[in-house]
């Protein structure tokens, strides 16, 4: 029995991760900021860089992301951007919210 707890503990870190599977949980937080989905994506990602958080920012036709990568892959952290009338919507999500730093939140709230 005991093999199976080291097992299940390094499926929990590095799977799971993938940015389809962190939009299928509920967002942490979410709002609306009358910035375009780039601009407050690229404002996002550079709060979260001051903070020493590496980070990929995409962008598509449907609105901009940053992802914060996982030390054995996947995704910690992703923010959507969304194109809305006011300006963008915008919806963060964390793989384990409960012990994710602050720093995600903070940084968004920042720039919204």
Do not use: N
Not at 8 to 27: K, N, V, W
Not at 61 to 80: A, E, F, H, K, W
């Amino acid at each position: 029995m005991k093999p199976v707890i080291p097992v299940i503990g390094l499926m929990l870190l590095t799977g799971c991760g993938s940015a389809s599977h962190l939009r299928g949980q509920e967002p942490v937080l979410e709002g609306s900021s009358p910035k375009s989905p780039a601009a407050l994506a690229q404002c996002v990602q550079e709060q979260w860089a001051r903070s020493g958080v590496k980070s990929e920012l995409t962008t598509s036709g449907t609105g901009s992301s940053v992802l914060v990568p996982g030390t054995l892959g996947g995704y910690r952290v992703l923010l959507d951007a969304r194109p809305s009338s006011q300006g963008s919507d915008f919806s963060l999500y964390e793989r384990l919210a409960h012990v994710t730093s602050v720093v995600y939140e903070d940084g968004v709230a920042f720039c919204k």
